[in-house]
């Protein structure tokens, strides 16, 4: 009776270590919660000669996503954002440091347990060097569209590489789920 009991603790204990270490695989749902994560990236900016870095805090909304049979999810991503050089703004040309807090729905789907892709959609809303240099917020903030697309590359359990290809730019950076 005791050597029944361990073999079938043995094989439960295999059966659940196997099961969850089943490979990510884009044709097989999702099950469970997604991570928090956080995106650390540079780039340029495409408002002009100006270069960008920042950060992204991408927060879980739905699990599985909008394809229920694909392993996808969607994400809530906000952040900040630095600019720093020549921007034309409003028929403005102007040199400086600008700010901007992105709001955008970042919709990911997972091919593999290193690889996946994005697509996001939403707003910027933008602070120019003017407003910065003492100007009026209400006159010098405006606002832009975001729209992209990357992938990013899983390099370590808690870490990957991505890429985003869009507007306002085109970054590259670290991103760390927790």
């Given at each position: 009776?005791?050597?029944?009991?361990?073999?079938?603790?043995?094989?439960?204990?295999?059966?659940?270590?196997?099961?969850?270490?089943?490979?990510?695989?884009?044709?097989?749902?999702?099950?469970?919660?997604?991570?928090?994560?956080?995106?650390?990236?540079?780039?340029?900016?495409?408002?002009?000669?100006?270069?960008?870095?920042?950060?992204?805090?991408?927060?879980?909304?739905?699990?599985?996503?909008?394809?229920?049979?694909?392993?996808?999810?969607?994400?809530?991503?906000?952040?900040?954002?630095?600019?720093?050089g020549?921007?034309?703004?409003?028929?403005?040309?102007?040199?400086?440091v600008?700010?901007?807090?992105?709001?955008?729905?970042?919709?990911?789907?997972?091919?593999?347990?290193?690889?996946?892709?994005?697509?996001?959609f939403?707003?910027?809303?933008?602070?120019?060097?003017?407003?910065?240099?003492?100007?009026?917020?209400?006159?010098?903030?405006?606002?832009?569209?975001?729209?992209?697309?990357?992938?990013?590359?899983?390099?370590?359990?808690?870490?990957?590489?991505?890429?985003?290809?869009?507007?306002?730019?085109?970054?590259?950076?670290?991103?760390?789920?927790?």
């Open positions: 009776m005791t050597r029944r009991l361990a073999l079938t603790a043995l094989l439960t204990f295999v059966s659940v270590r196997a099961s969850a270490q089943e490979p990510t695989r884009i044709d097989v749902p999702h099950e469970g919660s997604r991570a928090v994560s956080v995106d650390l990236h540079v780039g340029a900016l495409y408002y002009g000669p100006a270069l960008t870095a920042g950060f992204r805090v991408n927060v879980p909304l739905v699990s599985n996503g909008f394809i229920p049979n694909l392993n996808n999810a969607i994400f809530l991503s906000v952040g900040a954002d630095l600019y720093w020549r921007y034309v703004d409003a028929g403005q040309d102007e040199r400086g600008g700010f901007g807090i992105p709001l955008a729905f970042h919709w990911e789907f997972f091919f593999t347990d290193a690889l996946s892709a994005f697509g996001e939403g707003l910027n809303i933008y602070f120019p060097p003017s407003w910065i240099d003492g100007g009026d917020l209400v006159d010098d903030a405006g606002g832009w569209v975001i729209a992209a697309v990357g992938g990013r590359w899983k390099f370590a359990p808690h870490a990957a590489l991505t890429v985003r290809a869009g507007t306002p730019y085109t970054t590259v950076g670290l991103t760390i789920s927790f």
